[in-house]
């Protein structure tokens, strides 16, 4: 499957392994800001064939490429240190254990509405926002909770937000499908599908106007997760275009995984390969195994340095798969019993555990042990979440307007939010 | 142009009350507010004394001075001041704004190069740069959330719709992030946009292009929506809408960009929460915004001549209302006109009606009329386009009947 946008990930550079992951070659480099034309030049080669077939895999997992590697080299390259693959594991242990017994607490009546879960995606998330900085900006969909966990929100505060307390992220006035936080530059978690790409496109078009209006050092990139649905939604096309004519330090993360609710991606998309979206508007577009955690992080490597250094967005689409139904209210019952336990033997973590463990970069034990703490923490979060108190009358009218004269003046003249009952959200508004 | 005077002295002078209380403002505790007493040259029109002293209006004028507005029209014999017209003036107060703060930024369609399309942001892509007068592809959505995102992370947006009409196509992004994601983020994001732009019915521009989307959006929660009128109170709620930490959409009006006036040399915003008193009266409170301002002005002339004393006040704030000043005039009068260019259904007018008649109900003494633009799709024949809009003619004949 062709893809990929560059030769230069260290550990590739073995014949074998240039047949894995074709390189493709880049445009030159950055021109003016105002209306550049280049020419990308993508082989055109390979074109896979997609219509009404079952989805191929063509990226093959971490283990085929170690085994290879095992195989032609006599030194093993690893592609993390000991550090590196503990974090990416306790990352992925943590999303997986918060969505299960996020499943847990739903169907126990502590939490409501519409909740969607992550699991058998952690690969894209951890992959990605590992490598982020507190400054860097992520902007998700509903299925949030796990984008906000990896960008450094705690699991005390999402889970209190899906239990609509006040400690909750969002002081319990968003819940799951609008997960906040300023301090770790999380922003949100949008209900309707693609409405964060634009907010997305702007944050970075901040960090832009930060390096060339304000002339402040800002590297800041921002990373915009959306599904294979809303690649098909005109916001997506419109944002694509914006950022690479503005060469916006953007990645935009597609995490396909081939189904939007019961509508499978391949009946509703005349093109199924978004990754070709990206070069139409004059960006890369790569695609990437989404259940191989290393091989995202390489892509993503490689996606966040162009950003930071000017060189503008990309586009990348993760193959990825939701083991769980679209939302816990969401059956699941359309999709094939044998596409599910495909991908359930591709999961993430269990590759991952795999590849630590043979590469003697873990023992069996230090995994269980980080399990073991975050099993910890996420029922410590739970009991967090269990204790706080609920929203008082008083939090109603607070946040609606960041000023809330904004809320006018009464007929007594005085206005509305200096109304005694304002504060304790009875005022007539 | 005149001052208000703050306090007991200039109610009285206003008018005979009627024999329920009225409450004096006591506003003064509002954090952040300063003196209310605003200022300038001394004598308005001539019609009405305000007893103002002098030496307030001195100590003042140096400041930046918030309007509260209950003025009448600029005197043009004033001698400090300058002539522009509105869409210069819209320019001027976002040039300074710019100039203030670097965070201002402005984009839209057409709005670099080429100046506006109705010139408000001539010369600014020259002065500031590229990126800080974006000219964007048309792609009213996106960009719309593009300058939401950028609010949410540090800068101050002004984003203008060629005509306001194209910010149908950004509605997801308006309703759903700009007034939302304060609430929803629990008070973590502020986005302090301005997303502006002309509407309203103009010379034969036919229907897409001569709607009012101020019906549309006044039932967003989170979002304030203003209406400038004159040169004076476009600079003065461009200005602070800019500087407001809340969304807010500001309406202007197609066929209003070319209005002459003089306005204040020294710095001066509006509130945007304030209606504005345009010509004190007795008998009838007319309320209307934007262009109708105008034919309700054409109808008071002929009306006074008729011997009527229409109170007339341009409500500036369509959301929210502001009901203290429209409410001492009810009170004052007792009889309510509204006169708006809206359409009939679901317009701001009829939320007006509503909450008039939910506050003020005792001191009516004749139902509240409402004269709006009819459910029409805005035709392009001009006398077909005549007929959707209100006219000065239909004002006095529904003056005339309140009156009896």
Redesign the interface.
């Known amino acids: 499957m062709a893809t990929s946008f560059s030769a230069t990930l260290p550990l590739h550079g073995s014949q074998e392994n240039r047949l894995l992951l074709p390189p493709i070659r880049l445009a030159p480099p950055p021109s003016s800001?105002?209306g550049f034309t280049r020419s990308l030049t993508i082989p055109s080669s390979r074109r896979l064939y997609h219509a009404h077939a079952a989805r191929r895999s063509p990226v093959v997992g971490v283990q085929e490429v170690v085994k290879e590697k095992k195989v032609t080299n006599s030194l093993v390259c690893i592609l993390i240190t000991k550090e590196e693959g503990l974090v990416l594991y306790e990352d992925m242990i943590l999303g997986r254990s918060f969505e299960d017994m996020c499943a847990q607490m739903y169907y126990r009546g502590k939490m409501f509405g519409f909740v969607h879960l992550y699991n058998g995606q952690e690969a894209v998330s951890t992959g990605f926002i590992k490598l982020l900085t507190q400054s860097d900006?992520v902007?998700s969909t509903y299925r949030d909770h796990v984008h906000a966990l990896s960008k450094g929100v705690s699991a005390r505060a999402v889970m209190s937000e899906l239990f609509g307390k006040v400690t909750?992220?969002?002081?319990?006035?968003?819940?799951s499908m609008?997960m906040?936080?300023?301090e770790h530059n999380m922003?949100?978690?949008?209900?309707?599908i693609g409405?964060g790409?634009?907010?997305?496109?702007?944050?970075?078009?901040?960090?832009?106007?930060?390096r060339?209006?304000?002339k402040q050092d800002c590297e800041d990139v921002t990373v915009a997760f959306f599904g294979d649905g809303t690649c098909n939604n005109?916001?997506f096309y419109?944002?694509l275009?914006?950022a690479a004519?503005y060469k916006l330090p953007i990645i935009f993360v597609v995490e396909n995984n081939l189904w939007a609710i019961g509508m499978s991606h391949l009946r509703s998309t005349s093109d199924p390969e978004i990754w070709k979206k990206g070069p139409a508007f004059g960006m890369p577009g790569v695609h990437v195994d989404g259940m191989d955690v290393l091989k995202v992080r390489e892509v993503a490597k490689e996606a966040v340095t162009r950003a930071r250094r000017g060189e503008g967005p990309t586009l990348v689409e993760c193959e990825t798969y939701r083991f769980r139904g679209h939302s816990l209210a969401d059956p699941d019952e359309l999709r094939d019993a044998a596409e599910k336990a495909k991908y359930a033997a591709r999961d993430p973590i269990t590759a991952l555990k795999k590849y630590l463990v043979e590469n003697k970069l873990a023992s069996e034990g230090e995994l269980k042990t980080i399990e073991k703490k975050i099993d910890e923490l996420v029922e410590e979060a739970v009991e967090f979440a269990d204790a706080s108190p609920q929203p008082g009358r008083s939090q109603l009218l607070?946040?609606?307007?960041?000023?809330p004269?904004?809320?006018?003046?009464?007929?007594?003249?005085?206005?509305?939010c200096?109304d005694p009952k304002f504060t304790q959200g009875t005022a007539q508004? | 142009m005149s001052a208000i005077i703050h306090g007991a002295g200039a109610a009285t002078a206003l008018t005979t009350f009627h024999s329920k209380k009225l409450v004096a403002r006591s506003r003064t505790n509002l954090p952040g507010r300063s003196k209310r007493c605003i200022v300038a040259s001394g004598s308005d029109d001539g019609s009405k004394s305000f007893g103002s002293s002098s030496s307030l209006s001195l100590r003042h004028s140096h400041k930046l001075i918030p309007n509260n507005a209950v003025a009448t029209k600029v005197d043009t014999s004033a001698t400090t001041g300058h002539e522009l017209l509105l869409f210069e003036a819209l320019q001027e107060g976002l040039e300074e704004e710019m100039d203030r703060d670097p965070h201002v930024c402005v984009m839209g369609e057409d709005v670099g190069h080429y100046g506006g399309s109705y010139k408000v942001t001539k010369g600014l892509a020259d002065k500031f740069g590229d990126l800080r007068v974006l000219d964007t592809p048309i792609c009213e959505n996106a960009f719309t959330g593009m300058g939401i995102g950028a609010a949410m992370t540090g800068l101050r947006p002004v984003i203008e719709g060629m005509n306001m009409g194209f910010l149908l196509l950004a509605f997801n992004q308006i309703s759903n992030n700009c007034g939302m994601l304060h609430y929803t983020s629990g008070g973590q994001f502020t986005i302090p946009v301005v997303i502006r732009g002309p509407g309203g019915v103009g010379r034969q521009l036919g229907a897409e292009h001569s709607q009012r989307l101020e019906s549309y959006f006044q039932s967003i929660p989170g979002i304030q929506m203003v209406a400038c009128s004159t040169p004076y109170n476009a600079k003065g709620l461009m200005k602070a809408a800019i500087r407001s930490e809340n969304p807010v959409i500001l309406f202007e009006h197609v066929l209003l960009y070319n209005l002459k006036e003089k306005i204040p040399d020294e710095e001066y915003i509006c509130n945007l929460e304030e209606a504005e008193m345009v010509r004190p009266g007795e008998h009838i409170t007319i309320l209307t915004y934007s262009r109708m301002r105008y034919h309700v002005m054409q109808a008071a002339k002929i009306l006074v001549n008729k011997g009527y004393d229409p109170e007339v006040i341009d409500i500036r704030s369509l959301k929210p209302f502001d009901l203290y000043t429209i409410g001492n005039s009810v009170k004052k009068t007792h009889r309510v006109l509204i006169v708006e260019e809206c359409m009939r259904t679901g317009g701001i007018g009829a939320s007006l009606t509503a909450a008039i008649n939910e506050n003020f109900h005792d001191y009516l003494d004749a139902p509240v009329m409402c004269l709006s633009s009819q459910d029409v799709p805005t035709p392009y024949a001009g006398t077909l386009e005549e007929w959707t809009v209100v006219q000065p003619a239909q004002i006095v004949t529904a003056v005339e009947q309140l009156c009896q």
């Open positions: 800001f105002l900006s902007v909750g992220c969002c002081r319990g006035q968003g819940g609008h906040f936080s300023k922003l949100g978690g949008f209900a309707f409405e790409i634009p907010v997305a496109t702007g944050a970075a078009f901040t960090s832009k106007y930060k060339e209006v304000l005109g916001q419109e944002c275009n914006m004519l607070e946040n609606v307007f960041a000023d004269k904004g809320f006018g003046i009464g007929p007594d003249g005085r206005y509305r200096e508004v």
